[in-house]
Antibody
Framework: QVQLVESGGGVVQPGRSLRLSCAAS????????MFWVRQAPGKGLEWVGV????????DYADSVKGRFTISRDNSNNMVYLQMNSLREEDTAVYYCAKDSATTISGVRYYYMDVWGNGTTVTVS | DIQLTQSPSFLSASVGDRVTITCRASQGINSYLAWYQQKPGKTPKLLIY???TLQSGVPSRFSGSGSGTEFTLTISGLQPEDFATYYC??????????FGPGTKVDVK
């Protein structure tokens, strides 16, 4: 079945770096964009960024732009989130999610149809 | 940036109740809206996309409606497993999704 498994979370001091990984299985990974979404303790969901299926382009939330980088390895079905210059406000559960779309009456609708279980990052 | 608001923020209900959650967008987003369910300590689950299309495997008691700036998620006959937090998410600015603040559905 389609599965996403994150890893790499932990406790890190402010200003330090951390790299998260997301292992994908059960679908043709190279055909899909991949997202990172985070959730601070007791808070809602925040879109972090996206990497396109080919890996040559990405986009980021303003809150992480210039500090976080998303990359992918289509040969090994992996996506990564490199987090530099971490701040206490980056403390959250980080989820990777699969980009998906459906065409209805000629209109393309996008959504995140599969999510991983998340990995916890604590900056303190 | 498109902002989403949800009402109510909290909702107390009983099994069997009909529950309605509203999501409003700061500007028109056509039908580019999805709904997710998140149970405590669990990963979000896609319920509805394109404002009203039920994701495969989601029970038919869930339904969505609306377009433009106002949307609703309705649960017709609340079940014990439906107590959770529900988020709307706009896809008008794809791939820059944004989420509503969430509505927690609790046991009355």
């Amino acid at each position: 079945q389609v599965q996403l498994v994150e890893s790499g979370g932990g406790v890190v001091q402010p200003g330090r770096s951390l790299r998260l990984s997301c292992a994908a299985s059960g679908f043709i990974f190279r055909n899909n964009g991949m997202f990172w979404v985070r959730q601070a303790p007791g808070k809602g969901l925040e879109w972090v960024g996206v990497i396109w299926y080919h890996g040559s382009d990405s986009d980021y939330a303003d809150s992480v732009k210039g500090r976080f980088t998303i990359s992918r390895d289509n040969s090994n079905n992996m996506v990564y989130l490199q987090m530099n210059s971490l701040r206490e406000e980056d403390t959250a559960v980080y989820y990777c999610a699969k980009d998906s779309a459906t065409t209805i009456s000629g209109v393309r609708y996008y959504y995140m149809d599969v999510w991983g279980n998340g990995t916890t990052v604590t900056v303190s | 940036d498109i902002q989403l608001t949800q009402s109510p923020s909290f909702l107390s209900a009983s099994v069997g109740d009909r529950v309605t959650i509203t999501c409003r967008a700061s500007q028109g987003i056509n039908s580019y809206l999805a709904w997710y369910q998140q149970k405590p300590g669990k990963t979000p689950k896609l319920l509805i996309y394109a404002a009203s299309t039920l994701q495969s495997g989601v029970p038919s008691r869930f339904s969505g409606s609306g377009s433009g700036t106002e949307f609703t998620l309705t649960i017709s006959g609340l079940q014990p497993e439906d107590f959770a937090t529900y988020y709307c998410q706009q896809a008008n600015n794809y791939p820059r999704f944004t989420f509503g603040p969430g509505t927690k559905v609790d046991v009355k």
